[in-house]
């Protein structure tokens, strides 16, 4: 790849763009509000101009909701060969961007995991996606051209390439970021009803438990809305699992003597299922994945130039 397009220069393109000058490929930033594309062009991530003749591969990094539109509009002013985005739901925009009538041999969808709670391409890093997976989901009837592309800037940003099918993409991410942050946010959000004497008691866990809830409320609304029912699925099953340790825990509080060893053995049970979830993550996987997008630009998002 010689050259490329990021549209949309928040944290995740600004970060992408940086690690693509960094391999000297020839980059164009393009924004909705130029003076951002100006900031990430001042950081050393590439040309604040739209290209004379197409590039080789666009990158949208934009919400998920923009990305069709997105999508459709560059495509119609031949911006690039082949385009992918760095969205992190995936079947909800394909969808789109089919209705929209996009060439869609033209364009494979990604989603690079890793982010950082900051946002903005002040926060952007080169390398920031070194030894990260790379979720590319390739439509039926994609090009190689642009699947190939796709996997060599996954590669030049230091990541691993992983290709997946668009719903399991969703399932997955509901999972392992989507759920976790409306999860973190709920409880972050039970922290306004204490007082300041007991938060002053607050320590490293709480702050490692409530640390992804600092993200974007807009932008999250975005996210979670356009992957909605797979999260709702994931959380119907922790309601349920709720409320099992509710009922457990009224009953230890009352004291009830005809029920204190079965909820014990159903508090433990939680606890214990805990532990073996967690166990179950690779060695090696750091916490980021639910800041994943965290840098996507709402106020640049949709259409740069």
């Not at 924004?31 to 604040?48: N, Q, W």
Request: glycine fraction near 12%.
């Amino acid at each position: 790849m010689r050259s490329a397009a990021v549209v949309g220069t928040g944290l995740i393109g600004t970060s992408i763009a940086l690690a693509l000058r960094g391999r000297g490929v020839t980059t164009y930033l393009l924004d909705r509000d130029p003076e951002t594309a100006r900031t990430a062009a001042g950081l050393g991530a590439g040309l604040a101009a739209v290209p004379r003749t197409p590039v080789d591969l666009a990158i949208l990094a934009v919400p998920p909701q923009h990305v069709a539109r997105a999508l459709h509009e560059h495509q119609h002013l031949n911006l690039a060969h082949d385009f992918t985005d760095a969205a992190s739901v995936k079947a909800k925009p394909q969808a789109e961007a089919a209705a929209l009538g996009c060439d869609l041999s033209r364009y494979v969808g990604g989603h690079p995991m890793a982010g950082r709670e900051q946002s903005g391409p002040l926060a952007a890093r080169g390398d920031l996606f070194q030894g990260r997976p790379w979720v590319l989901t390739p439509a039926e009837g994609a090009g190689r051209r642009a699947l190939d592309r796709t996997m060599e800037l996954a590669e030049l940003c230091g990541a691993r390439p992983v290709v997946m099918g668009h719903e399991q993409h969703d399932r997955a991410v509901a999972l392992i970021s989507h759920t976790p942050h409306v999860v973190a946010s709920l409880l972050a959000a039970r922290l306004l009803h204490g007082d300041e004497a007991e938060l002053q008691l607050a320590g490293q866990g709480l702050r490692d438990v409530t640390r992804i809830a600092g993200g974007d409320a807009e932008l999250w609304t975005d996210i979670i809305g356009s992957n909605a029912s797979a999260v709702a699925d994931v959380l119907a099953e922790i309601v349920l699992d709720l409320r099992v340790v509710v009922e457990a825990l009224a009953d230890l509080g009352t004291g009830a003597p005809e029920r204190p060893r079965i909820s014990r053995e159903h508090l433990t049970t939680a606890l214990v299922r805990g532990v073996q979830g967690r166990g179950r993550i690779p060695a090696g996987v750091v916490s980021g994945p639910a800041a994943a997008v965290s840098g996507l630009r709402l106020s640049g998002a949709a259409v740069g130039g």
